[in-house]
């Protein structure tokens, strides 16, 4: 069974034979903690229900115990993989990277009661409204603890509140992620979280729009709060990941350009290929040093890096739902 190589999903991998991108039909399990080990292309998806292939991979942690019960996959059917060739054409800036403060960008450690979980990153924003500075990160960094806790934070889930994950996360430990060993390098706590009623987490990517996740900040001492941008950045505009690459922070910034920009979304191409993993929950900043964006995902497509966030205009939306 060939796949349709005019059909793609940029930012997704077969987690069995490790197409990338996936071309032709896409089956993400709803089942396990979204992420990398949640889809299957169409032919890996087609020997797990033959019974020829096991999934979850019994190598696989996050796997959820669905309590015996075989997991659920969707299928997606894929964009046209034309819509991405101006994205190719957008030219890199010619700029230097903002200078990133110690103290803007953490690793956070999610804790419900004596359970805890690192989790991709966040970052610490000024916020129009509030008196204490706000850690920003996306949401679905927390996907496993939410499947954990038997939350459904679907778009369509009408009896979702919001309140329901502040209720039993407990708080959040900061740690810098700047220092050589960042575990033991602590910037205090963030928490209680916000309660933002539009939030969700099913939105096929690069739809970004519900991928957020705030709290107050507990004690501000050693941190940078960053500004918030006053609008979304245009196609063409440069911006940059602020992310660790290399111990020791050798660099903090990746540089990117703004290649689609909508209502729902941000994707934008790296000048770079090589990327340091998991940084969902990172800032993407201006030139200024402002945020633009929550880093959401990423994918590789024809030897270029691509990458897509949750853009300034939705995070403030959702501050300002915010209780
Ligand atoms: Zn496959
Ligand atoms: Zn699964």
Redesign the pocket.
């Known amino acids: 069974m060939e796949p349709d190589h005019n059909l793609f999903h940029l930012w997704n991998n077969?987690?069995?034979?490790?197409?990338s991108p996936?071309f032709g039909k896409r089956y993400e399990c709803v089942t396990c903690p979204l992420g990398p080990d949640s889809d299957?292309?169409?032919?890996?998806?087609e020997?797990v229900m033959q019974g020829e292939l096991k999934h979850p991979p019994p190598d696989n942690r996050l796997a959820s115990d669905a309590g015996g019960e075989a997991h659920r996959f969707r299928c997606y059917e894929g964009t046209p993989t034309g819509e991405a060739e101006p994205w190719f054409h957008v030219p890199h800036a010619m700029l230097a990277a903002p200078n990133i403060a110690d103290g803007f960008v953490v690793r956070p450690e999610f804790c419900s009661g004596f359970e805890s979980t690192f989790a991709g990153y966040g970052f610490v924003v000024k916020a129009p409204g509030f008196e204490t500075p706000l850690l920003l990160t996306a949401l679905h960094v927390m996907d496993e603890m939410i499947k954990k806790k038997g939350i459904d934070m679907s778009g369509g889930n009408g009896a979702y509140t919001g309140r329901e994950l502040p209720a039993v996360l407990t708080g959040v430990n900061l740690y810098n992620v700047y220092a050589a060993n960042w575990m033991i390098a602590s910037l205090g706590e963030a928490g209680p979280m916000l309660v933002l009623p539009e939030a969700n987490l099913d939105a096929p990517e690069p739809l970004s729009d519900g991928d957020i996740a705030a709290f107050r900040v507990a004690n501000p001492q050693g941190l940078a709060p960053a500004e918030l941008a006053p609008g979304p950045p245009r196609v063409g505009q440069p911006i940059w990941l602020a992310a660790c690459k290399g111990n020791g922070a050798t660099q903090r910034a990746i540089k990117a350009v703004v290649v689609k920009q909508d209502e729902r979304s941000l994707v934008f191409r790296y000048a770079e290929n090589k990327l340091p993993p998991f940084t969902s929950g990172a800032p993407l900043i201006d030139a200024q040093g402002r945020v633009v964006g929550i880093n959401v995902g990423g994918g590789d497509y024809r030897e270029q890096r691509f990458g897509h966030a949750n853009h300034v205009a939705n995070i403030r939306r959702h501050l300002a739902q915010a209780c």
């Open positions: 077969c987690n069995a034979c490790g197409m996936i299957l292309c169409g032919a890996c998806h020997k």
